[in-house]
């Protein structure tokens, strides 16, 4: 019923404009111009958070050898 009502027609066009929005501001800011060149800023990110992920689980096994 929430779907159906205008209130919420109007909330998710606000948010998904601002969702859109907010891709083109990253797009913009990483000077992104193909798709290639987003999924390879993609690829990277997903890499420094797998390497930021394996440290903090290192970190972690490190403290409880320490506990």
């Known amino acids: ?3 159906q009502s205008a209130g919420y027609a109007r909330w998710a066009k606000l948010h998904n404009l601002k ?6 501001n990253f797009i913009t800011e990483h000077q992104i111009d193909s798709y290639e060149g987003l999924e390879s800023r993609l690829a990277e990110i997903s890499a420094a958070n797998d390497a930021a992920a394996s440290a ?12």
């Open 56 to 67: 903090l689980k290192d970190a972690e096994r490190r403290l409880g050898d320490m506990a």
């Open 1 to 3: 019923k929430a779907q």
């Open 19 to 24: 969702q859109a929005a907010n891709s083109l």
